[in-house]
């Protein structure tokens, strides 16, 4: 329709073992992975970036909702002018020479006004549905694919005190924070809801316990990438801790080459390892770290 050259690169290979692969390892681990932001690490700034330099290509344009800016120390990543459809979270993982060759021309402009001027042009896609669903699971159920892929492995639910209170086919089909398809025989002694808390594939226990026990105050992060300058020591900022999520203020602490112990000055519910924290000075994105464990 554009009127330009185009090709067809076939990346299932790489995508398969960078994205699909880790996401089944990370669930067989009990941790709880985003596998769009190991796509983008992995793939569209990685695979694909390299790939089109390589063939004299500038840069990688994509429809991401995020803001690029220059700033004393170069490019940098910043929240997209449209806040309900921002996707700088998922850009967290990028770093300053993959951000100097990526373009996002999409993020100074609300959504409603980009299908506008698609509809105007005659694109097709000016009226395609959202995309919110993992890429390689089309249906949405995640439990089912895992269990196909995993298998299954029956073993005990039990609450916070140790005592069994149900049994569960698979550990690996729970996320921290699940209150759904618990299917525990003993109700709670209190008569309230109970939500999973932990799971152990060592001993392929799942945990569960009151939404209160959900609460985190601190997060020990790893697998740092930076979208500018590195920080060391200790920083005021605000955390990103889900896609959707609305960010809290915090203090982050370098204590090592790869590793940093984020402060949340806000209770948060739910946070699970393996998802990503994603840090903010204002719009401008600092960088990302992958939560190896919580404290609450």
């Known amino acids: 329709m554009l009127g330009i050259p ?14 699909i692969d880790d996401f089944v390892a990370e669930y067989r681990a009990g941790r709880t992975p985003n596998p769009c ?5 992995k793939i569209k700034f990685a695979a694909v970036l390299d790939k089109a330099r390589a063939l004299g290509f500038d840069a990688v344009a994509t429809g ?12 940098e990543l910043h929240r997209a002018a449209d806040p309900a459809k921002d996707q700088s979270y998922v850009l967290g993982v990028l770093d300053a020479e993959q951000l100097a060759h990526s373009m996002f021309p999409l993020g100074d402009d609300t959504k409603t006004a980009v299908r506008a001027e698609a509809a105007e042009r005659g694109l097709y896609v000016a009226k395609k549905p959202d995309s919110h669903d993992v890429c390689f699971i089309p249906d949405g159920d995640t439990k089912a694919y895992l269990a196909k892929t995993l298998g299954t492995s029956s073993g005990p639910i039990v609450d916070s005190t140790g005592r069994t209170v149900g049994e569960h086919d698979g550990a690996w089909g729970f996320t921290i924070g699940q209150r759904r398809g618990l299917r525990i025989g003993d109700p709670a002694g209190d008569g309230r809801p109970r939500y999973v808390l932990d799971i152990s594939p060592v001993t392929n226990t799942v945990t569960v316990g009151t939404a209160e026990e959900l609460d985190v105050t601190g997060l020990s992060g790893i697998r740092l990438r930076w979208c500018g300058p590195e920080f060391t020591g200790r920083i005021e900022c605000h955390a990103q801790l889900r896609a959707h999520g609305e960010p809290v203020p915090a203090t982050a602490e370098r204590t090592g080459p790869d590793r940093v112990e984020v402060v949340l000055h806000e209770a948060v519910r739910g946070l699970a390892p393996g998802q990503a924290a ?14 190896a464990d919580t404290s609450r």
């Open 6 to 19: 185009f090709y067809i690169w076939d990346m299932a290979e790489r995508f398969h073992e960078d994205v």
């Open 37 to 41: 932001l190991r796509c983008n690490e």
């Open 64 to 75: 991401h909702y995020a803001r690029l800016l220059d700033g004393p120390d170069g490019v």
């Open 278 to 291: 994603v840090l903010y000075d204002g719009s401008r994105v600092i960088g990302s770290a992958t939560v």
